[in-house]
């Protein structure tokens, strides 16, 4: 289309020169194409002109406009330049996604070069590996964690597999790295906070090691004496009510371990809680009789105070959680010792509240006394039936109905449970 329109055209120019040539004389036909032609030549070199300028700064809304040939030329420039800046427009709507993506993964994402410097990095990573997107671009990886694990792990250029690296900062991490390479020079460096998957490792491992100790007591002491009665068939009918009794005992407290593991299970599968109104009162009135019951005589237990706010909660579960504060206050303290109960406001919030004068705990046990299996005193512990889960039952129902436990304790002076209940639950 092009070099058709040129040549029609100069084809024109050339008929109408020879026409005037013949109509008049040679030179004013010649003229005649000599002004044409210098006229199309300012034409083609203002048109020049024009694009080059617009070369030096190109911006589609400033593309030239002229007419006949060059109308077209600028036309079609227009339109691939509107075409390159759709696709620019898509590749760096892409790009943003990709990055959006990347940022908004949980996991950490640094990529680097052939040298291991930082190229990019992700919010995860930085949080992860206290990397600075900023600052550390250009870094090599290894100058800023300066971890053996890591460093000997670029160093056997193995990535098959994720290294674990225990860190400090900002707080006690476990972090999951894995190298992954990704074209011939750069490489991805992912890491996944596994804090919490490794204390629930942990936590299992201590779980089955306690469980297996708890356990092994009883069945040594119950298969003991099974096999001293069978290589002793004769033994005196006393010794005999004695083992018989012992054995008792200890089954006894295999019952209890596995009925409060069955308990623990039921709460952490997070069953749904079935709510009532709760007469707390009541409930007081029946921990009292059921702790004097405990008691046999052995120590002075009251109730302090009752306010006559009601709860709105699970009867048994509270029943079960009270009633272990409660059972561990006769239990700790020694005969002749008072025990009192109280359910009252403090402050803005309505409190159960258990006192003993029994032997108190040390500060350094206080946090940890709701972990499973784990005792003050590992021999009372075992002398008064306890199974070493009764708080951390404890603690899982007062989570069912959103309440905090707050524990002070001198020893040999006492120790006070206090159960706080959030307002919502409580009914005036």
């Excluded at 105070?305 to 709105?312: G, K, N, S, T, V």
């Amino acid at each position: 289309m092009f070099w058709l329109r040129s040549i029609l055209f100069y084809s024109l120019i050339t008929l109408i020169s020879l026409f005037i040539s013949a109509i008049g004389n040679v030179y004013e036909g010649l003229a005649f194409a000599l002004v044409v032609l210098a006229c199309v030549t300012v034409y083609h070199l203002i048109n020049l002109n024009r694009l080059n300028a617009w070369l030096k700064t190109p911006n589609i809304d400033t593309v030239p406009a002229s007419f006949m040939l060059w109308q077209d030329v600028f036309d079609q420039l227009y339109e691939q330049i509107r075409t390159q800046q759709k696709s620019k427009d898509r590749l760096a709507n892409t790009l943003d996604r990709f990055l959006s993506a990347a940022e908004a993964l949980p996991d950490g994402v640094v990529i680097l070069d052939e040298f291991d410097r930082i190229e990019w990095c992700n919010p995860a990573s930085q949080i992860h590996l206290g990397l600075n997107r900023k600052t550390d671009s250009g870094q090599q990886i290894t100058n800023l964690l300066r971890h053996p694990a890591l460093r000997e792990y670029l160093k056997e250029q193995d990535f098959s597999h994720p290294v674990t690296l225990r860190t400090m900062r900002p707080q006690e991490q476990v972090l999951s790295v894995q190298m992954v390479p990704f074209d011939s020079t750069r490489k991805l460096l992912l890491s996944r906070d596994i804090t919490q998957l490794d204390r629930v490792q942990t936590v299992h491992r201590d779980f089955v090691a306690n469980v297996s100790h708890e356990l092994r007591t009883p069945l040594t002491v119950v298969g003991g004496f099974i096999e001293t009665m069978i290589d002793l068939p004769n033994i005196d009918q006393k010794t005999r009510e004695q083992h018989m009794q012992l054995m008792y005992e200890q089954t006894q407290r295999m019952q209890r371990l596995v009925e409060d593991l069955l308990t623990l299970s039921k709460l952490e599968n997070g069953q749904q809680l079935k709510e009532e109104e709760v007469d707390i009162p009541q409930l007081m009135q029946l921990l009292r009789i059921e702790a004097e019951g405990l008691s046999q005589g052995r120590h002075s237990i009251s109730i302090a105070a009752i306010d006559r706010q009601r709860l709105i909660g699970n009867h048994d579960e509270l029943h079960s959680a009270l009633g272990n504060l409660v059972s561990n206050a006769v239990r700790y303290t020694p005969a002749g010792g008072r025990i009192s109960l109280a359910w009252q406001k403090r402050g803005d919030e309505v409190c159960f509240i258990v006192q003993d004068t029994g032997i108190g705990i040390a500060p350094e046990h206080v946090p940890r006394l709701t972990e499973r299996f784990y005792r003050v005193d590992r021999g009372r512990s075992r002398n008064t039936g306890g199974t070493g889960l009764g708080l951390a039952i404890v603690k899982h129902i007062l989570n069912r109905h959103q309440a905090t436990m707050a524990v002070e304790s001198r020893l040999g002076e006492g120790t006070e449970f206090a159960v706080k209940f959030p307002t919502p639950r409580i009914l005036e």
